[in-house]
């Protein structure tokens, strides 16, 4: 199946800074990317929904200048907690879908704890 | 309503027992039904398609019934390495994002 890489699989940064995770499919051009969060012992939350090239989309209740989210290629997202704070410590997975199917592949996910 | 519910579990199964779970969807625009299993603190990983006329992958069977708006998985001869969180998701298809259920936990007991 086609192959979407999570990057960093873990991070650990203090109150107030920021912390970029990159999403990129190595094998098929991702037209949409997804990006969710999970508490523990909960479901995945949709965030966000980008399409390459435009502003994405935010799930309601999702601060879009909190996490900023770039799609500038195909093959590549970025997901941006901005002054991150320990209530944002939490696992946050991409899934990336082209045009072809409705299946979406995940990235590996990233788990961030703030402290 | 919630869009797509499941029974939380946990399913306490002893090990080459069939079991068996479903998962409601409220979207009758519903397109696509997939099986995904997660693992502790991993992501999740699609285990199967949901196909209208039912699919079967080795010991998993998943079936789709539209009227009644709802999937089902079995797992047949069950071992201890199935043990994991079964999440049911739905999409309308397109660049729709996915809707998850919060799963069902399964554990397989020796």
């Known amino acids: 199946g086609a192959v979407v890489s999570q990057h960093p699989s873990r991070v650990i940064c203090k109150s107030g800074t920021s912390v970029k995770i990159e999403c990129r499919s190595l094998d098929f051009q991702a037209t949409t990317m997804f990006w969710y969060r999970q508490f523990p012992k909960q479901s995945l939350m949709l965030m966000a929904t980008?399409?390459?090239?435009?502003?994405?989309?935010?799930e309601q209740g999702v601060e879009k200048d909190k996490f900023l989210i770039n799609h500038a290629s195909l093959t590549l997202s970025t997901l941006t907690v901005t002054s991150a704070h320990p209530e944002d410590s939490s696992f946050y997975i991409c899934?990336?879908?082209?045009?072809?199917?409705?299946?979406?592949?995940f990235g590996q996910g990233t788990r961030l704890t703030v402290v | 309503r919630k869009e797509v519910e499941q029974d939380p579990g946990p399913f306490n199964v002893p090990e080459g027992a069939t079991v068996a779970f479903n998962c409601t969807y409220s979207n009758s625009a519903s397109q696509s039904f997939f099986w995904y299993r997660q693992d502790c603190r991993k992501e999740p990983k699609l285990l199967m398609s949901v196909y209208s006329s039912g699919n079967e992958d080795g010991r998993f069977t998943a079936q789709l019934n539209r009227a009644s708006q709802y999937i089902s998985l079995l797992i047949r001869d069950s071992k201890l390495s199935d043990s994991a969180t079964y999440l049911c998701v739905v999409t309308r298809g397109g660049a729709d994002g996915l809707t998850f259920g919060k799963g069902t936990h399964l554990i397989i007991q020796p």
């Open positions: 899934s990336a879908a082209g045009t072809e199917n409705t299946e979406a592949f």
């Open positions: 980008s399409n390459e090239g435009s502003k994405a989309t935010y």
